[in-house]
């Protein structure tokens, strides 16, 4: 038994449409299921445009320093700074130095002098340390290093408050420690 052209042409009418009919099938079964999908679809790119053309609105790529996710109206006032650079700081007593990291971690080790305020506690921790910090005061923020961001969200975070001088130590606890200079544990550092 053979199919003729004008039965196979019908067939493969029908299976190009069934997509196409499902579509319709849930849209006509389901209305208000489409019209939401629609309102979310305008609000992002609604949203998407409103973030592109503000000027503080969020970088979706790096930012210069490679930083992400950081608000372009905080990328020239939150500062990075280096091992070095916050070691004279350290030295001349000029900055409070703040630890990020959870509990745990300051506990085994930190930059002597160094306080606590752990980013991932800051809703709870918030009123507390802004009463602790002086708010024309040089903070040196620092996490765990690397791809960690707990000292930058702290940065914007504090300078959403109102503080002056936020400055992030780049590579954060890793580069302390790397460049040898002095934690509780080893005060006088390690040679390098």
Same mark, same amino acid.
């Given at each position: 038994?053979? @199919?003729?052209?004008?039965?196979? =042409?019908?067939?493969?009418?029908?299976?190009?449409?069934?997509? *196409?009919?499902?579509?319709? +099938?849930? @849209?006509?079964?389901?209305? $208000?299921?489409?019209?939401?999908? /629609? !309102?979310?679809? @305008?609000?992002? @790119?609604?949203? *998407?445009?409103?973030? #592109?053309?503000?000027?503080?609105?969020?970088? +979706?790529?790096?930012?210069?320093?490679?930083?992400?996710?950081?608000?372009?109206?905080?990328?020239?006032?939150?500062?990075?700074?280096?091992?070095?650079? #916050? %070691?004279?700081?350290?030295?001349?007593?000029? /900055?409070?130095?703040?630890?990020?990291?959870?509990?745990?971690?300051?506990?085994?080790?930190?930059?002597?002098?160094?306080?606590?305020?752990?980013?991932?506690? +800051?809703?709870? %921790?918030?009123?507390?340390?802004?009463?602790?910090?002086?708010?024309?005061?040089?903070?040196? %923020? $620092?996490?765990? =290093? =690397?791809?960690?961001?707990?000292?930058?969200?702290?940065?914007?975070?504090?300078?959403?408050?109102?503080?002056?001088?936020?400055?992030?130590?780049?590579?954060?606890?890793?580069?302390?420690?790397?460049?040898? !200079?002095?934690?509780?544990?080893?005060?006088?550092?390690?040679?390098?």
């Amino acid at each position: 038994m053979t @199919i003729g052209k004008e039965e196979a =042409g019908a067939q493969a009418a029908e299976q190009a449409q069934a997509p *196409a009919c499902i579509c319709i +099938w849930a @849209i006509a079964r389901f209305p $208000y299921l489409a019209r939401a999908a /629609a !309102l979310v679809v @305008i609000a992002l @790119i609604a949203a *998407a445009a409103y973030n #592109a053309a503000n000027p503080l609105g969020i970088r +979706w790529t790096l930012s210069p320093d490679g930083r992400v996710g950081l608000p372009r109206a905080f990328e020239s006032r939150l500062q990075q700074i280096s091992a070095a650079e #916050a %070691l004279a700081l350290f030295r001349g007593g000029d /900055a409070i130095f703040v630890d990020s990291r959870d509990e745990k971690d300051f506990e085994e080790d930190h930059v002597p002098r160094a306080i606590n305020l752990p980013m991932r506690k +800051w809703a709870q %921790l918030e009123k507390g340390a802004t009463a602790r910090l002086p708010k024309d005061a040089k903070l040196v %923020l $620092y996490c765990y =290093g =690397g791809a960690c961001g707990l000292s930058t969200r702290m940065g914007k975070r504090l300078l959403e408050l109102g503080y002056q001088h936020p400055l992030v130590l780049r590579r954060g606890w890793a580069e302390w420690t790397e460049a040898g !200079l002095p934690t509780v544990q080893k005060p006088q550092g390690k040679p390098k």
